[in-house]
């Protein structure tokens, strides 16, 4: 199992700009894709991010292309989500993740992760 704690959330104004961190513990990191979901008010976990375990492959949801950015440090064991031009609607609680599978990509469905961090809210007020 690996441990995931999550920090960087915050209340920001539409147009600011958060970025997230996730600090990895407890396994080898470096062979692992990581990724980013969130959940709002009354709705489903979706998919946000993923990098993959070299962190030469990134995938974003449609609905953050262009305004954010994940990436990687494997000498940190850490995952991070830049965001920018935020929106009322990226109002939710992200979850960092970790594949429950070494060395596979893409991914795509919030299934393909094992391991779950605690959640950090992100608020965004128009």
């Known amino acids: 199992q690996v441990q995931l704690v999550e920090s960087g959330g915050g209340l920001v104004q539409a147009g600011g700009s958060l970025r997230l961190s996730c600090a990895a513990s407890g396994r080898t990191f470096s062979i692992y894709s990581m990724g980013w979901l969130r959940q709002a008010p009354g709705k489903e976990r979706e998919f946000v991010a993923a990098i993959s375990s070299s962190g030469a492959n990134t995938y974003l949801a449609d609905s953050v292309k262009g305004r954010v950015t994940i990436s990687r440090d494997t000498s940190k064991n850490t995952v991070y989500l830049q965001m920018n031009s935020l929106k009322p609607e990226d109002t939710a609680v992200y979850y960092c993740?970790?594949?429950?599978?070494?060395?596979?990509?893409?991914?795509?469905?919030?299934?393909?992760?094992?391991?779950w961090g605690q959640g950090t809210q992100v608020t965004v007020s128009s």
């Open positions: 993740a970790a594949d429950a599978l070494a060395l596979r990509w893409p991914l795509r469905k919030t299934t393909d992760f094992g391991s």
